[in-house]
């Protein structure tokens, strides 16, 4: 019977360690510190390190603060987060990866606010935010750059929702924002700069989006490259682009108040459609046909 005893009670003692542990791995809110440990719960007295420490302690559908400011490596998303920083500066310095990689169910929802992502290094990072599987993704008040391929990239095959807003994707090789997508993907694109990318951002088919109140201006090849998409681009600042509006491989772009100013090409329709509300400012030549709105296309014009 005393055997009986003992055993029963390390089986209760080991029960509640491992209960102590599961608490950890399922707090709602959970906390990083540029002197923290990864070893530690990640509670605000007992900050974890890393992103990636602190999320393996964060329940789906929790958030991770910062308490000081500091580095705090790349990150794997995998479920529902919300990562906030937006009152302390938090950086990431992903040389030779990406940034932060998000692979989560097509019914998560992922929050990105208040960080600084870095893709400088002797290798520069691949990608500042990818995208691969989420259900609704917002990032809000980033800055993305240095990165060799996109800033920001989405290639979900099951597709979602995109919204980068209050947000800065700068010196990227390819692209400031990249969508290649398997399903259809609804972008908003709001007061972001794209500036000194490759393209500013660039889309292919499956993506319906809108850009509104943004910059797209010093970059290489294009402000916006549509190889495929549906975009409406209203009251942007295209500028000092190779081309400020590209559109190729049957896309389909509405412009309206737009200023496409100072870029060596304004408008080059090449294929698909261009559909302008004939108040977009331009001072340098287009090339291809440009469609008036409510003329003889199915476009229903202004309202």
Not at 121 to 147: D, M, Q
Not at 212 to 219: I, Q
């Amino acid at each position: 019977m005393r055997r009986t005893f003992s055993f029963a009670v390390i089986l209760g003692l080991l029960t509640l360690a491992f209960a102590a542990d599961t608490a950890y791995a399922q707090a709602t809110r959970t906390w990083v510190s540029g002197v923290g440990d990864d070893v530690n719960p990640c509670s605000r007295t007992a900050p974890c390190k890393t992103f990636a420490g602190a999320i393996s302690k964060t329940a789906a559908g929790g958030e991770i603060n910062c308490i000081d400011p500091g580095g705090f490596g790349a990150v794997t998303i995998t479920k529902s987060i919300t990562i906030d920083c937006q009152e302390i500066p938090a950086s990431i310095l992903a040389s030779a990866t990406n940034g932060i990689y998000v692979n989560a169910g097509t019914s998560d929802k992922i929050v990105l606010r208040g960080l600084s992502i870095n893709g400088a290094g002797t290798t520069p990072g691949i990608r500042g935010i990818n995208i691969l599987a989420a259900g609704t993704v917002t990032i809000e008040n980033v800055r993305v750059f240095g990165f060799s391929q996109q800033g920001i990239a989405d290639t979900r095959a099951n597709g979602g929702t995109l919204a980068i807003t209050d947000t800065v994707s700068r010196n990227n090789a390819i692209a400031g924002i990249g969508i290649a997508t398997g399903a259809a993907v609804k972008v908003l694109i709001s007061n972001v700069r794209l500036l000194n990318n490759g393209h500013g951002v660039a889309t292919g088919p499956n993506a319906f989006v809108t850009i509104k109140g943004s910059d797209l201006s010093n970059n290489t090849n294009a402000g916006i490259d549509n190889e495929g998409a549906n975009i409406v681009a209203s009251g942007n600042a295209i500028s000092s682009n190779g081309t400020g509006v590209l559109n190729t491989s049957s896309g389909i772009t509405r412009l309206a108040n737009n200023d496409i100013v100072f870029n060596t090409t304004s408008i080059n329709n090449s294929a698909g459609s261009v559909i302008s509300f004939g108040n977009n400012r331009t001072n340098t030549p287009t090339s291809g046909p440009i469609t008036p709105a409510g003329g003889a296309t199915s476009d229903l014009g202004q309202q």
